[in-house]
């Protein structure tokens, strides 16, 4: 597993000049671990040996991913022909693979209650989520579970740093620099905080066992993409794209927030997603603002 002293050798580049790695890492520390019940959900859901009746128990333990289940279970997207009252039958009509993201936006909802800045930053990463599953699904479909957890991650240093009190304080900051200068969070954040959420949520994802590649996701979504030559590329230009998306949509950031018009036409020509002539943006950032309308709700409690 990579350890967090080599996240930080990968991106050298996002310490501002000063910072004490040490105190990166301490910060990292400070985030509570996931919850019991999540965590004994996740265990299992890893576990080839486990079945729909474990999971259901374990989800049964904590009566909010409960209710999160049941009602993702009777969403428009898992159209019954009757109602889901079971949790068990909630398992196996959600299934194993959008269980897992389910746990996790249950997870980072509940970090999100402390204010609007915290709702801000929970509105990005489900609407990057939301629309990077869309996308993925126009390009492979397989992965379109994998790019909505990897979505709604990408933000996960920001609520980190929402979740330490110190950094929470400088975090307001980072909005008036993002409003008065008009850059983006990981600019603001370098400038106020001297260091930035990809790199601290690589390395808390890291120390939340995920893998590898989800981590690889959260460090570099933020990078100027230079080139698509490997799936890891695709997959990490479909998240870049689904939070520039989200952005250009106005779902998740104050006043000011830039929005990059030409870097998301070059990764829709760049996917394949650009197949008629003319600027398809308007019209992608009209379907995203009706996506996270009809959809962001299945996903809250």
């Known amino acids: 597993m990579t350890t967090p002293h080599d996240l930080l050798g990968e991106y050298e580049g996002h310490l501002s000049q000063g910072i004490d790695r040490e105190e990166l890492i301490a910060c990292a520390d ?6 019991h019940a999540v965590l004994k959900v996740l265990k299992l859901l890893d576990d080839p040996d486990s079945d729909a009746s474990q999971v259901a128990e374990a989800v049964s333990s904590d009566a909010g991913l409960t209710a999160s289940l049941l009602k993702l279970a009777n969403s428009a997207a898992f159209a019954q022909a009757g109602r889901v009252v079971s949790v068990e039958q909630a398992v196996t009509t959600v299934g194993f693979s ?3 993201s389910l746990m996790l936006a249950t997870t ?23 629309i990077g599953r869309r ?14 957890l990897m979505g709604l991650l990408h933000g996960l240093g920001q609520f980190v740093l929402l979740a330490n009190e110190n950094t929470r304080v ?22 106020e905080i001297g260091f930035s959420h990809p790199l601290l949520g690589a390395l808390v994802a890291n120390r939340w066992n995920f893998p590898p590649d989800v981590c690889q996701a959260i460090l ?6 230079e080139g698509i030559d490997t799936t890891a590329d695709r997959k990490l230009a479909l998240v870049k794209l689904a939070d520039l998306l ?34 398809v943006v308007p019209a992608l950032i ?14 809250t409690t």
Request: aromatic share 8%; proline share 7%.
């Open 170 to 191: 400088s975090y307001a900051g980072v909005l008036r620099r993002v409003t008065e200068n008009g850059v983006d969070y990981v600019t603001a954040e370098l400038d």
């Open 135 to 148: 996308l993925a699904e126009q390009v492979a479909k397989p992965w379109a579970d994998e790019i909505f």
């Open 98 to 100: 959008k269980l897992r």
């Open 220 to 225: 570099h979504y933020h990078d100027p993409l």
């Open 246 to 279: 989200a952005h250009a949509a106005g779902l998740g950031h104050p006043n000011g927030f830039p929005v990059d018009h030409e870097t998301i036409r070059q990764l829709l020509h760049c996917l394949g997603l650009i197949r008629t002539e003319g600027d």
């Open 108 to 130: 980072l909802r509940g970090m999100a209650r402390r204010g609007p800045v915290d709702q801000l930053i929970w509105e990005n990463s489900l609407a990057t989520a939301l």
């Open 30 to 35: 400070k985030i509570p671990p996931l919850p």
């Open 286 to 299: 009209d379907e995203a603002q009706e996506q996270f309308k009809t959809e962001a709700p299945m996903w």
